[in-house]
């Protein structure tokens, strides 16, 4: 099903992303995270691209896997910062063969060493159109409350979405944030702008002192003083800092549904009994 029609049709909409192996390593990990899930009956599944490239058909066998075998629908993720057009025919080709019509079109993060760069798409707003110009796919694309690092200012970031939207893009889907308030101030200014697509909040769960530790040092997001309260609290502690990252999040997406909002993507590092938790917490306000 196209992932727009369901955001649009459904009273609620709940799903999560899982990443692929890396070339050569075990299938095992996503494979089991997904299949037990999908008892669940999440609204669709995303899976994750490697920006270099080198993981493509590891994404496009996850996502047969979780069509095929598990019945869900799935979302493929494909960054062009270092593919070229035939390499981006490649995959869609293969998307196409394979009957998938949801596809997330991101920039990926530029590589260090820009020298080696492919030039034939800059940014994902391009990508999109191509997309578009390839078949009837269901294209996604990122959208950040906080402003993309890259951007000098938010208003330039949000101009710059707009381009992704008008390039074909159906929904958007949020990077995290830890803040509903920057969320909803986010909303107001999206559709101050202009831009009517979907656009579905991305949670994620922190559960170990360690992963707030590194988003506080690379993201550069907001992080609520009761989550780093927390992550202190519960340093030595790993169970308890996990249940306490599932009961952050769910009360994110509770907030978010009393606050009028139908849809919450959550990311689960392939990790099924983060989502599991979450659901559990959320699944009466969402009438399951
Ligand atoms: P773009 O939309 O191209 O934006 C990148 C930067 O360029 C922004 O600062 C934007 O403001 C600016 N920009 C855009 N258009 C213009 C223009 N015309 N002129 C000037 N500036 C412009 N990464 C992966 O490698 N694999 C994944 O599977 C993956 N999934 C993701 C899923 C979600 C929901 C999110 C939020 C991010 C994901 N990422 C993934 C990370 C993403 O690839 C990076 O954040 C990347 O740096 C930007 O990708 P983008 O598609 O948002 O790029």
Redesign the pocket.
């Known amino acids: 099903m196209r992932i727009s029609k369901l955001l649009k049709e459904n009273d609620y909409s709940i799903s999560f992303?899982v990443f692929p192996p890396k070339p050569g390593a075990s299938f095992d990990s996503v494979m089991e995270c997904t299949s037990s899930l999908a008892a669940l009956k999440p609204d669709f599944c995303s899976v994750?691209?490697?920006?270099s490239g080198n993981t493509a058909g590891n994404t496009v066998k996850v996502v047969k896997y979780v069509q095929d075998e598990l019945g869900m629908t799935p979302l493929a993720?494909l960054?062009c910062v270092q593919s070229s057009k035939e390499d981006i025919d490649k995959v869609l080709a293969e998307l196409k063969d394979a009957g998938i019509v949801n596809i997330?079109?991101?920039?990926?993060?530029?590589p260090k060493d820009i020298e080696d760069l492919k030039t034939d798409f800059?940014?994902?707003?391009e990508l999109i159109e191509y997309i578009k110009s390839k078949g009837d796919f269901c294209i996604g694309?990122?959208?950040?409350p906080e402003g993309?690092?890259?951007?000098p200012d938010k208003q330039?970031?949000l101009e710059?979405?707009k381009?992704?939207a008008e390039a074909g893009a159906e929904f958007l889907?949020?990077?995290m944030f830890f803040d509903n308030s920057i969320f909803y101030n986010f909303m107001y200014r999206v559709r101050d702008i202009g831009i009517e697509v979907p656009i579905v909040p991305?949670i994620m769960p922190l559960t170990s002192s360690q992963q707030i530790s590194r988003i506080k040092e690379l993201s550069g997001a907001n992080l609520p003083p009761t989550l780093l309260a927390m992550a202190d609290k519960f340093r030595n502690n790993p169970e308890a800092m996990k249940q306490a990252g599932i009961v952050f999040a769910s009360l994110q997406v509770l907030d978010l549904i009393s606050n009028g909002i139908r849809a919450f993507?959550i990311y689960t590092m392939n990790k099924a009994e983060i989502y599991e938790g979450i659901y559990e917490n959320v699944r009466s306000a969402i009438g399951r």
Do not use: F, I, V
């Not at 694309?141 to 950040?144: I, Q």
């Not at 993309?148 to 951007?151: D, M, T």
């Open positions: 992303e994750t691209y490697g920006a993720h960054t997330m079109a991101l920039r990926g993060d530029l800059k940014y994902a707003s694309g990122a959208c950040y993309h690092p890259e951007s330039s970031d710059n979405l381009r992704k889907t949020t990077q991305g993507h």
